[in-house]
C-alpha cells in the first residue's frame, strides 16, 4: 500500500519570505501523480498544485512551486512571498495511475503559520 | 465550475439515532464518490468509495453497517450513521473525481460536522 509522510506537523514563516513543506512517499508503481492541497480555517480543501510522475518538469503555480524527486520519492512544496492568507493545513496526496482508481491517500498533514 | 456540495453542513444528534448527510456534483457527473473522516487537528482518512448502480467499497476497519452508503445517481451520494454514538462525532468531507482531463484531481464537499450527543 501507498503511504505519504509528512515529517513537519508545524511550520512557521515571516510574511514575504519563502517556506518548503515536506512530502515524502512510497510507492512500486511509476506511474502516478501527486498533490498538495490546502485546508483553511473554513475546511475546505483546496488545490494547490499538481505533479504528474511522468513529468521531469517541476509543477508551478503562481507563488507556489514543488520540487519533485521521483528517485528520492520526494515531493516538497515552497511558497514564495508568503501573504496572510496562506496559514493552513497543508496535505499532501498521492494518486495511482490510470488503472489504480481515483482514491486519495494523504499525508499527516503540516500546520503552516504565517506571521505578520 | 465544477462544484460538490453537502448537506448538511452542521448536525447534532442524539445518540442512538441516525442521520444522513448528502453529497452533490454540480454541473457534473460523478459514478465515484468518496467519503472521509477527519477528526480535529488530523489528516482525511477514506471510509469508502461510493460507487453509483453498486455497492460502495468500504475501507479496512469501516463498519459497512455502520456508514450506510448509497449512490443514487450520477450526481448523489449519501452517507448514514446508523444508532451514532459520541466516539461518531467528527466532521465528514465527500468528494469526487473532476471530470475528464483532470488527472485524478477531486473536488471536495465543505465538509458536515457531526456531533452526537
Known amino acids: 500500500a501507498q503511504t505519504v509522510t509528512q515529517s513537519q506537523p508545524e511550520m512557521s514563516v515571516q510574511e514575504a519570505e519563502t517556506v518548503t513543506l515536506s512530502c515524502t512517499y512510497d510507492?512500486?508503481?511509476?506511474?502516478?501523480?501527486l498533490f498538495w492541497y490546502k485546508q483553511p480555517p473554513s475546511r475546505q480543501m483546496i488545490l494547490v498544485i499538481r505533479q504528474e510522475a511522468y513529468k521531469q518538469q517541476n509543477a508551478t503555480e503562481n507563488r507556489f512551486s514543488v520540487n519533485f524527486q521521483k528517485a528520492a520519492k520526494s515531493f516538497s512544496l515552497k511558497i514564495s512571498d508568503s501573504q496572510l492568507g496562506d496559514a493552513a493545513m497543508y496535505f499532501c496526496a498521492y494518486r495511482g495511475g490510470y488503472n489504480a482508481g481515483n482514491m486519495l491517500t494523504f499525508g499527516g498533514g503540516t500546520r503552516l503559520m504565517v506571521k505578520p | 465550475g465544477a462544484v460538490v456540495s453537502q448537506h448538511p453542513s452542521r448536525v447534532i444528534c442524539k445518540s442512538g439515532t441516525s442521520v444522513k448527510i448528502e453529497c452533490r456534483s454540480l454541473d457534473f457527473q460523478a459514478t465515484t464518490m468518496f467519503w472521509y473522516r477527519q477528526f480535529p487537528k488530523q489528516s482525511l482518512m477514506l471510509m469508502a468509495t461510493?460507487?453509483?448502480?453498486?455497492?460502495?467499497?468500504?475501507e479496512q476497519g469501516v463498519e459497512k453497517d455502520k456508514f450506510l452508503i448509497n449512490h443514487a445517481s450520477l450526481t448523489l451520494s449519501t452517507l448514514t450513521v446508523t444508532s451514532a454514538h459520541p466516539e461518531d462525532s467528527s466532521f465528514y468531507i465527500c468528494?469526487?473525481?473532476?471530470?475528464?482531463?483532470?488527472?485524478?484531481?477531486?473536488?471536495f464537499g465543505p465538509g458536515t460536522r457531526l456531533t452526537v450527543t
Open positions: 510507492t512500486s508503481e511509476s506511474d502516478y501523480y
Open positions: 461510493s460507487n453509483e448502480g453498486s455497492k460502495a467499497t468500504y
Open positions: 468528494s469526487a473525481p473532476r471530470p475528464t482531463g483532470g488527472h485524478g484531481e477531486q473536488y
